[in-house]
């Protein structure tokens, strides 16, 4: 497995296995389904209601923990300094650890910045305490990027954002890079959310991104894939099948050529799948995080 180095020095595998929206019943077998085909990242989140499953699916893998990079983020219920330093609690309660590898905010929330300032805050007391390698956001624009770096101590090491050949978010990206912030795509295959409520048909079944596959012997999922790692974006697919999560991880031994690149290039709609950030508003967006 490839890895990227974050700007504090610790290494994050290239390709990770994400849990969202999979129930928390199917968790441990998808996550002990990853672990088997040599993922060593897991990316959850409180507001999944998986996390305890991910914990259970790590500690039941033989897979020593020092070798499972995990990942979680903070719910905007659980947003303010205090209340994020207790949201870590809960996190690492249900996961059955005392530290995590890396822990995000889950959405920028301008609507509550001073919250969403406090609850940065206490993931850099959790940082400087030992209790999380290291810290990022989610879903942060380069507006939302750029008032955080004034007050912030931490440069955020992750930005977790949507990241497709139909959203590709360019410029939040090369902000990123020019401030030492590793680009982290979710759904970066397109994925359920992007066709179900955008308008587009998926991007499994585009014919550009199948032109390249079968050139290459290869699935459009796997050309995604190879398309961002190429890029040099940290990429965290995911599946409840277990040949589905066997083949994402599969990705390493094909490059694709600058004519490729610039074929899904062109695919660009500037049009994202999930929630704008201005658009996350309460009630509609609350959820109380349980207890650990």
């Known amino acids: 497995m490839d890895t990227y180095t974050l700007n504090n020095g610790v290494e994050i595998p290239a390709l990770g296995f994400g849990v969202f929206q999979t129930p928390p019943d199917e968790t441990r077998d998808a996550v002990?389904?990853?672990?088997?085909?040599?993922y060593r990242h897991i990316d959850t989140a409180a507001a999944y209601g998986n996390e305890r499953g991910v914990g259970e699916a790590v500690w039941?893998?033989?897979?020593?923990?020092?070798?499972?990079?995990?990942?979680?983020?903070?719910?905007?219920?659980?947003?303010?300094y205090d209340e994020t330093l207790h949201g870590f609690e809960k996190s690492a309660g249900k996961l059955g650890v005392d530290t995590v590898d890396l822990l995000i905010l889950h959405q920028a929330w301008p609507a509550e910045w001073e919250r969403t300032l406090g609850a940065y805050r206490a993931l850099e007391t959790l940082l400087g305490d030992g209790r999380v390698r290291a810290i990022g956001v989610s879903n942060f624009m380069v507006e939302h990027l750029t008032r955080l770096l004034?007050?912030?101590?931490?440069?955020?090491?992750?930005?977790?954002?949507?990241?497709?050949?139909?959203?590709?978010?360019?410029?939040?990206?090369?902000?990123?890079?020019?401030h030492g912030i590793l680009t982290q795509a979710w759904a970066p295959i397109g994925g359920i959310t992007f066709y179900r409520d955008?308008?587009?048909?998926?991007?499994?079944?585009?014919p550009v991104i199948g032109e390249v596959a079968a050139a290459h012997g290869r699935t459009p999922a796997q050309v995604m894939l190879r398309w961002a790692l190429q890029q040099g974006r940290q990429v965290i697919p995911k599946s409840t099948k277990p040949a589905r999560i066997a083949e994402n991880?599969?990705?390493?031994?094909?490059?694709?050529?600058?004519?490729?690149?610039?074929?899904?290039?062109?695919?660009?709609?500037?049009?994202?799948?999930?929630?704008?950030?201005?658009?996350?508003?309460?009630?509609?967006?609350?959820?109380?995080?349980p207890e650990a």
């Open 198 to 206: 955008s308008g587009h048909t998926s991007t499994l079944e585009d």
């Open 60 to 80: 039941a893998s033989g897979v020593d923990r020092s070798e499972v990079f995990l990942e979680t983020k903070i719910w905007l219920n659980d947003y303010g």
């Open 249 to 289: 991880i599969d990705v390493f031994d094909f490059d694709l050529t600058a004519e490729e690149f610039a074929a899904i290039d062109g695919l660009e709609t500037g049009r994202r799948g999930g929630p704008a950030p201005e658009d996350v508003l309460f009630p509609a967006f609350s959820r109380e995080i």
């Open 150 to 178: 004034d007050v912030a101590t931490v440069v955020p090491a992750i930005n977790q954002i949507e990241v497709h050949p139909y959203f590709q978010q360019r410029e939040v990206q090369a902000f990123g890079a020019e």
């Open 32 to 38: 002990r389904a990853a672990l088997d085909a040599g």
